[in-house]
């Protein structure tokens, strides 16, 4: 059986009545969806100077704007499924190509040069530099990692930059996969805006999982733990987890929902 925690209180809004409506067609055009715009290729400057690449998702009127951070081996390519759907359900988008990774999702253009160069703590600048770049827009910021960047962004979170902008962090199979085995559970315990965390449905994933989102300070911090989940934000993918991707998109969008109501 699925298993859900929510730990701490998250709060519930109240219950209103829905505004009047003038006619029919008012009310359809409240609730269709975003209306997707077409993606556009990016370049950011990291701290170090390194050019980073990205595609960013716009949307009409956006809740929030939520950076896309990839896994090992993978690219920004990871979300070409995903981000059109957080399109449609009003979150503008940004997915980088980061230095550290590969083209298990197609082509990584930020890593040329850079290939078994660094570890996975040196293509934080990258995380940097989406964040940067995203308090530009001047909207509500979400920190979304997958795998190894799923950990950076409990770093990234603690940044001087982000603490008027970063108004949640989620983590796909988030873990301490640095020389540090405590690295990523202490920058956790300095977190205190909502925080998502999943993973895949082994033992392994979800122990550390559950150490990280325990040790927050959040009010508003979810485990979810799936009943057929797939390492890293491929957990959505319905060819990565056939059987899973969908229950896995609702709980996802329910924890947004929550947050930017």
């Known amino acids: 059986m699925r298993l859900l925690i929510v730990a701490g209180?998250?709060?519930?809004?109240?219950?209103?009545?829905?505004?009047?409506?003038?006619?029919?067609?008012?009310?359809?055009?409240?609730?269709?969806?975003a209306k997707a715009q077409a993606s556009q290729p990016v370049e950011l400057k990291a701290p170090d100077g390194v050019t980073v690449y990205g595609t960013y998702y716009p949307t009409a009127a956006p809740k929030a704007l939520i950076l896309l951070f990839h896994q090992a081996g993978s690219s920004?390519?990871?979300y070409a499924s995903i981000a059109p759907r957080l399109q449609r359900e009003g979150y503008a988008a940004l997915a980088i190509d980061q230095r550290v990774g590969g083209d298990l999702y197609g082509a990584n253009r930020t890593m040329a040069g850079y290939a078994g160069k660094t570890?996975?703590?040196?293509?934080?600048?990258?995380?940097?530099?989406?964040?940067?770049w995203g308090k530009a827009k001047g909207m509500p910021i979400v920190l979304w990692g997958s795998s190894y960047s799923a950990s950076l962004v409990f770093l990234l979170a603690n940044a001087a930059d982000a603490k008027d902008s970063v108004k949640a962090v989620m983590a796909f199979s988030p873990g301490e996969y640095f020389s540090d085995k405590k690295l990523i559970e202490t920058a956790a315990a300095k977190i205190a805006v909502p925080v998502f965390v999943t993973s895949a449905n082994t033992m392994e994933e979800q122990a550390e999982a559950r150490a990280i989102?325990?040790?927050?300070?959040?009010?508003?911090?979810?485990?979810?733990?799936?009943?057929?989940?797939?390492?890293?934000?491929?957990?959505?993918?319905?060819?990565k987890n056939p059987a899973g991707a969908d229950e896995n998109w609702a709980a996802v969008l329910a924890f947004l929902k929550r947050v930017f109501p």
């Open 9 to 33: 209180a998250a709060a519930l809004a109240a219950c209103h009545a829905s505004p009047k409506v003038d006619n029919e067609q008012a009310l359809v055009n409240e609730t269709e969806p």
């Open 76 to 78: 920004s390519g990871e």
């Open 119 to 132: 570890d996975y703590l040196g293509a934080l600048p990258d995380l940097e530099a989406a964040l940067a």
């Open 213 to 239: 989102v325990s040790a927050t300070r959040s009010t508003d911090r979810q485990q979810f733990v799936p009943r057929t989940g797939v390492h890293g934000s491929s957990t959505l993918n319905a060819n």
